[in-house]
Nanobody
């Protein structure tokens, strides 16, 4: 019932920037927590950033000061502005949309978008 679709990945040289987008949709009215995770080859998926329903944000220590999460006015599209990228940021980036309804919540993961940073 909830979907998340990412876009914006690509290849960039170290020091460059990329902006990822994630659009969430649902057949029901939702308030969303939207978050980004990433998974590098051979590693576990890790948290990157979240923007909650109330607009509060949080970041992994590894991206603080370089990445910025934001959302559109409708609060169903989230952006991840990634600056000062380095090869350690190379990963598949996944968006997670948590849809809150009266009776609980529903989670949806996007298909992932690949970010490759070359040195």
């Amino acid at each position: 019932q909830v979907q998340a679709v990412e876009s914006g990945g690509g290849s960039v040289q170290a020091g460059g920037s990329l902006r990822l987008s994630c659009a969430a949709s649902a057949r029901i009215n939702c308030e969303y927590d939207m978050s980004w995770y990433r998974q590098a080859p051979g590693k576990e998926r890790e948290f990157v950033s979240i923007i909650a329903r109330d607009g509060s944000t949080s970041y992994a220590d590894s991206v603080k000061g370089r990445f910025t999460i934001s959302q559109d006015g409708a609060k169903n599209t989230v952006y991840l502005q990634m600056n000062s990228l380095n090869p350690d940021d190379t990963a598949m980036y996944y968006c997670k949309a948590k849809c809150f309804v009266e009776w609980g919540s529903l989670d949806a993961w996007g298909q992932g978008t690949l970010v490759t940073v070359s040195s």
